[in-house]
């Protein structure tokens, strides 16, 4: 039997199980793959990884786990180096292979959405989610110096996000959070904030001409997503993310040539209504 995870903390209402299950029962492996949650912070995770045995395949990382695995790594993909987070993990010959496929999520769930280039953007949030957000933006197009602006709520925080995305050549702005309606004139709003924090900007957002991708996917929608739909813009969820970076994953675990993403997709939405029938939160 096959073992796969996910670790983080908090981890009760990860989506990941859902999908990479479904995924598992679509490509004939339910009965040789098992992927469950498992609650892991930083400081439980060396021990963790080193208690393994051949049985696992690989991980799949949350917060406050993205960072902390690159110190542990004995090997990473070049989007990892650059961000400087991985989400996944893969067992290989006693090394411990890090990759980031957070990157490649945003830009799918993007162009799933018909949103193919951004030449301006801003970033709420400084955390790790938003150095990913900020490589997907340069693929997209937004490459001149300044064309992105990060506004973390202590600018000196988001270091990681300019470092990340210096080593991409990329030359972003840095503000204060509480200044976002001064920084929403561009074509694309991505928030990398928890649920609910980006309640107060959502007029701020409305009134501007951007697109919005918020990462959140449960609850859903957020105040801030529901203000720019009414608002008339596209607006796209987070759970476009989860499905495209889940399926990456997939493939890199398995070694399957392709995920089935469309029964990783009805599995999850199928599971986001459940919850929302429940009341219940997401990750």
Same mark, same amino acid.
């Given at each position: ?150 506004? @973390?709520?202590? %600018? +000196?925080?988001?270091?990681? /996000? *300019? ?5 991409? =050549? !990329?030359?972003? #702005?840095? &503000? ?29 957002? @409305?009134?501007? %001409? +951007?697109?919005?991708?918020? /990462? *959140? ?5 957020? =105040? !801030?997503?529901? #203000?720019? &739909? ?46 929302? =029938?429940?009341?219940? #939160?997401?990750?």
């Amino acid at each position: 039997m096959k073992r796969a995870a996910v670790l983080g903390s908090p981890i009760a209402h990860s989506l990941s199980p859902v999908l990479h299950q479904a995924a598992y029962a679509a490509l004939g492996l339910a009965g040789e793959w098992t992927y469950e949650r498992i609650e892991c912070d930083e400081a439980g995770l060396a021990g963790f990884l080193k208690s393994r045995d051949d049985s696992w395949a690989g991980l799949s990382l949350t917060m406050p786990l993205k960072r902390a695995v690159m110190d542990l790594a004995d090997d990473a993909d070049t989007t990892s180096r650059e961000v400087g987070v991985a989400n996944t993990l893969l067992f290989g010959s006693g090394r411990l292979l890090v990759r980031n496929t957070d990157v490649a999520g945003v830009v799918g769930a993007l162009r799933d959405a018909g949103i193919t280039r951004v030449r301006t953007a801003a970033v709420l949030g400084g955390g790790a989610t938003a150095a990913s957000a900020v490589a997907a933006l340069g693929r997209l197009g937004a490459v001149e110096p300044g064309a992105i602006t990060v506004l @973390a709520r202590d %600018p +000196a925080r988001a270091e990681g /996000v *300019v470092r990340a995305a210096e080593r991409m =050549a !990329l030359r972003i #702005a840095t &503000a204060p959070l509480p200044e976002t309606a001064d920084r929403v004139d561009v074509d694309l709003v991505v928030s990398t904030l928890p649920a609910g924090a980006a309640d107060p900007f959502a007029e701020a957002v @409305a009134a501007g %001409p +951007a697109a919005l991708f918020d /990462v *959140v996917y449960s609850p859903w929608p957020t =105040a !801030l997503a529901a #203000a720019v &739909a009414a608002a008339g813009r596209t607006v796209v969820g987070g759970f476009p993310m989860l499905l495209h970076q889940a399926a990456l994953q997939v493939e890199l675990m398995t070694g399957a040539e392709q995920a089935p993403i469309e029964a990783m997709r009805r599995a999850g939405e199928s599971e986001l209504l459940r919850r929302a =029938a429940a009341g219940g #939160a997401g990750e």
